[in-house]
């Protein structure tokens, strides 16, 4: 996505959740504007389900850290931030609620079995990218310096 100065009223703003919930929904439309395009194969149902058993353990690691470092979870508000946890989930991830996120609307695609479907995670990726992503880092980087420029060198921002 774009980053001009003029689309930074939209960062920070739709939490993440909502924003699942809209692509979810984008997916399901898309779904069924083209139903002659539905693939159903054996081995969607199971493999949706665990798709949604990573993503919701993904999630759940991410805020658990985050409790237990006794920090924000409020994705509005990263400037709260007390302490730049980087364990648990965060070794291999910077994002593991976002992540969560993107497993579990893989997981409706799949169950979907449309291949136009998967225009909704790329827009859940873009927009969380541009509009949560890069705003929380910025906002970090200034709070907490060069550990987390270090830590931003040293973990993927998604895998």
């Given at each position: 996505?774009?980053?001009?100065?003029?689309?930074?009223?939209?960062?920070?703003?739709?939490?993440?959740?909502?924003?699942?919930?809209?692509?979810?929904?984008?997916?399901?439309?898309l779904?069924?504007?083209?139903?002659?395009?539905?693939?159903?194969?054996?081995?969607?149902?199971?493999?949706?389900?665990?798709?949604?058993?990573?993503?919701?353990a993904?999630?759940?690691?991410?805020?658990?850290?985050?409790?237990?470092?006794r920090t924000?979870?409020?994705?509005?508000?990263?400037?709260?931030?007390?302490?730049?946890?980087?364990g648990?989930?965060y070794?291999?991830?910077?994002?593991?609620?976002?992540?969560?996120?993107?497993l579990?609307l893989?997981?409706?695609?799949?169950w979907?079995?449309?291949?136009?479907?998967l225009?909704?995670?790329?827009?859940?990726?873009?927009?969380?990218?541009?509009?949560?992503i890069?705003?929380?880092?910025r906002?970090?980087?200034?709070?907490f310096?060069a550990?987390?420029?270090?830590y931003?060198?040293?973990?993927?921002?998604?895998?």
């Amino acid at each position: 996505m774009v980053d001009a100065p003029h689309m930074r009223w939209l960062e920070l703003k739709l939490p993440p959740p909502l924003v699942w919930l809209l692509c979810a929904g984008l997916a399901w439309a898309l779904a069924r504007s083209a139903p002659t395009l539905a693939l159903p194969w054996p081995g969607r149902l199971p493999l949706a389900a665990l798709l949604v058993l990573l993503g919701g353990a993904s999630g759940a690691s991410g805020i658990l850290a985050f409790r237990a470092a006794r920090t924000t979870v409020d994705p509005h508000a990263p400037e709260k931030a007390r302490a730049l946890v980087r364990g648990g989930p965060y070794r291999f991830t910077r994002n593991p609620m976002y992540l969560g996120l993107l497993l579990m609307l893989l997981a409706v695609c799949t169950w979907l079995s449309n291949p136009l479907t998967l225009v909704a995670p790329v827009l859940l990726v873009g927009w969380l990218s541009r509009f949560q992503i890069q705003p929380e880092e910025r906002i970090l980087l200034e709070k907490f310096g060069a550990p987390y420029a270090e830590y931003l060198h040293a973990t993927r921002r998604w895998l």
